[in-house]
């Protein structure tokens, strides 16, 4: 059983849906010795959220911020609005999408769909860095280990 | 520490809400080994989703269908509309509800609660294959392993 | 690699979001003992759900049980109505915010952003005890271990 966890510093993204699918991987290179496992993200935040979701077209991403904001919208009766109109539709957003995701870990790679993509989903109007950790578990290929 | 991962080819289904428990836990028959353990289910698609919900009344999952085309609308001025009308809402859904979900294992069994059961969430109009990673990890039970 | 496993029964709580982070933490003292590892919380319910956000603001928890009514309402043509007008609603908020979260272990303790606590969320008017199946599972650290 090998782990290994990182924490990502992610940079301040603009309101909105950003693949972070490289970054993420380039951050763990670790993960090729894994034969089997799992990776698990985790965003230390309650206004920003994770998810996966399609890597081709970056209309996707523009609707996704569009449909997310309607269905949370900022024109709603909030008690807490101390922190400005874009804050409690940012924290139901984070709830609606999660903050975290986990993806399985075969022969050494992601073992995502080809058109997955990981997500960083930022609700806030004001971009902010974000931290992001990174846990990875598994059983080492032991060819993949000299 | 004991590892399986399968990769499962989902028939197609129809728009809506199906349950798939008992698909699920056929395919992994290694499990009944583990004293405590996780499973972990991925679908490799950003159209379809999955979720954990009611197994007994199926007019639940109708009203699922129902209410997530409510929250996802076609009716939206989405910019990637070029795969059709449903594709769009697909993509929102899939991240509402999530590509995975994990599930403790204890005494070599799902710990579901009574009334819950594992959900494919098929976003698409058009029933496709979709495919799903299952992946366990935990103790083995040493009484079970002989 | 350490495993430990505990089934917790949660009081009853009103309809709306609750923390129960210290709840949590407090019935796994072997959580000390993980130099890295995983927790997984889950919710044996399909009426009621887990959550992560803020921990400060009480408002936060009031404005996610008025957004979250709104984006699954009681006026809605459900077909399943049998248990009560809050029951359907109660399964959509389940599957919008899942039975499971999961947060990273480091240094014996949880890996929280300062901002984020463990919300449970109860769907039901009529408060109910509530089951939560809390897995943790990681390396032992050696010098904790004595």
């Not at 992610?10 to 951050?27: C, D, E, K």
């Amino acid at each position: 059983m090998t782990w290994f966890q990182h924490t990502l510093q992610l940079p301040p993204y603009s309101r909105g849906f950003h693949l972070i699918t490289s970054r993420v991987v380039n951050a763990v290179p670790e993960l090729r010795r894994l034969r089997v496992g799992l990776m698990h993200l985790f965003l230390q935040h309650t206004s920003a959220s994770l998810t996966i979701n399609e890597n081709a077209d970056p209309d996707v991403r523009v609707d996704m911020e569009a449909s997310f904001s309607a269905i949370a919208p900022e024109a709603f009766p909030y008690v807490h609005t101390l922190e400005g109109p874009d804050d409690m539709p940012a924290h139901i957003k984070a709830s609606l999408l999660g903050s975290s995701v986990s993806i399985p870990i075969a022969n050494g790679e992601l073992a995502l769909g080809s058109w997955q993509g990981i997500y960083l989903c930022e609700h806030r109007d004001r971009a902010t860095p974000r931290r992001l950790i990174v846990t990875v578990w598994g059983e080492a290929d032991e060819a993949n280990r000299k």
